[in-house]
């Protein structure tokens, strides 16, 4: 069974960058697309980002074009999610997750497996 695990979040200044990484294990991520959710307290899940199993990428909201950049690396079957300018509201917990069916989607329930999250924290 697929598993993924986030890395890379913390606490940042606003106008500051961060990499977050998801790193997957008991399967190739070859045949699924990779989406970036978050949820900052209080508030629904949303969608952020996301890369097919073709390589397409899409972002969803329009607050993050322009500022966030997924990316793969097959040789350590590893997805990022490059931010830049980071903002106090984007402060929340992000997850990466996977879809079987290899295209992107911005409906969290669509998703078949989920990492445990990692915090980023925007803050002067």
């Known amino acids: 069974q697929l598993q993924l695990v986030e890395s890379g979040g913390g606490l940042v200044q606003p106008g500051g960058s961060l990499r977050l990484s998801c790193a997957a294990s008991g399967s190739t991520l070859d045949y699924y697309a990779i989406g970036w959710f978050r949820q900052a307290p209080g508030k629904e899940r949303e969608g952020v980002s996301c890369?097919?199993?073709?390589?397409?990428?899409?972002n969803y909201p329009d607050s993050v074009k322009g500022r966030f950049t997924i990316s793969r690396d097959n040789t350590k079957n590893t997805v990022y999610l490059q931010m830049n300018s980071l903002k106090p509201e984007d402060t929340a917990v992000y997850y990466c997750?996977?879809?079987?069916?290899?295209?992107?989607?911005?409906?969290?329930?669509?998703?078949?497996?989920w990492g445990q999250g990692t915090q980023v924290t925007v803050s002067s």
């Open positions: 890369m097919s199993s073709s390589g397409g990428s899409t």
């Open positions: 997750a996977a879809h079987a069916w290899g295209y992107c989607t911005g409906v969290k329930d669509d998703y078949d497996y």
